[in-house]
Structure formats: structure tokens, C-alpha cells
């Protein structure tokens, strides 16, 4: 028994290792697509459809909900052609960006891409997901410092957590954490939290790259 558990594991046939601590409601794995128009280098954002339960209004990029048995730029460039109602041949790849756990448990990886269109006027945009798009020029977030807030965790426990079972019980030292929180402000709108930290990634793959030399 423990022999074939040791060969499965070696052979990958069992999921290991996984993420500590995940609750199974929150397995959640998301993709975002970080698009760039060609015409003068602008990025791409998406405004949430009011409609949305989650997250009604928030500006965004373009992604989603990686489907089962779906590798993530697949679902990236799945959700990218479904919001956008463009085809996938308009779609460049450039690269992989670093991945995020989110408070949240969920995984998300981006991609940075090239949507190779001449005008916004080619979308097709599907209304029950996307309010509007909007581009912002790459130099805005090459030349302008970001806003930088902290949010701190806070630990709250159950009312039927087994505190007397504990060291120190109700003056248990809990460890908490700080989020940091990046803004990018742009004519009226507000370009915040997660997409903000991605934004500001791809800026510096692209100098990386010798894009804009």
C-alpha cells in the first residue's frame, strides 16, 4: 500500500502538494488577460456589467473562472473572445506574468497579450458581463507613482471556537497581516486593488523587454 502511494505521488498520478489551509468552497482559479492595443500602446480594461452580482461596476481586465479540465490561458483567451466578441486570432501571446493567491484563496495567473485591432469600434461586447471598455495609455502607468494604502487582516473567530483549549485563550496572540493596496487614478476613473498590482507589473515586463526603447 504505502509502496503504490509513494509511486503515485512520485508519478503524479495523486495531487500533491496543494495549497494549505484552502477551504474547498474556495478553489476558485482565475485568469486575467493584461491586453494591449498596438495602436500606440494602450491598455485595455473592461467595466463590469451592473448586472453582475460580483463585483457590479468595477473596472477590470479581461478573464474569468478557469473551467474543469481547462488550462489557464486557454480559459483567458475563452473569456477574453466572450466578453470582447472578438475571435482568437486577434489575440498575440507575449508571456506569462507571476501568479497571486488572493486573500480569498483563489488562484489567479495573468497573461499579457497584444489584441491586435485598429479601433475599439471591432468589439462586440457582450453586454450581460461587460458594461463598457476604455483604454489608458502604457506611459500613464510608466510616469505616474502609485497610490499605496494598507488594509490589515483581522483575525475574528467563531462563537463556538474552543478558546479555553488554547494557550492564553480570549488573549491568544493571533498573528495578522497587512494588504497592500495600489490606486492608479486616470481622468474619472479609479484603477485599484488586484488589477492595479497587474497593471503595474506588465509595465515593468514591457521595460524588461525593451518595448518602449
Known amino acids: 500500500m504505502w509502496e503504490d502511494l509513494i509511486i503515485g505521488i512520485r508519478e503524479g498520478t495523486h495531487s500533491l502538494p496543494l495549497v494549505l489551509f484552502q477551504p474547498p468552497q474556495y478553489l476558485a482559479e482565475k485568469c486575467h488577460m493584461v491586453t494591449l492595443r498596438r495602436a500606440e500602446w494602450h491598455f485595455l480594461f473592461e467595466v463590469r456589467a451592473f448586472k453582475n452580482i460580483s463585483q457590479a461596476g468595477e473596472i477590470c481586465l479581461p478573464g474569468g473562472r478557469v473551467e474543469k479540465d481547462e488550462k489557464f490561458y486557454e480559459a483567458c483567451v475563452r473569456e477574453t473572445v466572450e466578453e470582447l466578441g472578438i475571435g482568437e486570432d486577434k489575440i498575440d501571446f507575449i508571456s506569462e506574468m507571476d501568479y497571486a493567491i488572493n486573500p480569498m484563496y483563489r488562484v489567479i495567473r495573468p497573461f499579457l497579450t497584444v489584441l491586435n485591432i485598429g479601433s475599439l469600434d471591432e468589439l462586440n461586447i457582450n453586454p450581460d458581463e461587460v458594461a463598457e471598455v476604455f483604454t489608458v495609455p ?32 480570549r488573549d491568544y496572540p493571533w498573528h495578522s497581516g497587512e494588504l497592500e493596496v495600489t490606486f492608479y487614478r486616470y481622468k474619472d476613473r479609479i484603477i485599484w486593488g488586484l488589477t492595479a498590482r497587474i497593471v503595474k507589473r506588465s509595465v515593468r515586463i514591457l521595460e524588461e523587454l525593451g518595448v518602449f526603447n
Not at 150 to 165: A, G, Q, R, T, W
Open 138 to 169: 502604457v506611459d500613464f502607468f510608466r510616469f505616474t507613482e502609485t497610490e499605496d494604502y494598507l488594509v490589515k487582516n483581522v483575525i475574528e473567530v467563531s462563537e463556538d471556537f474552543p478558546l479555553s483549549s488554547i494557550p492564553g485563550g
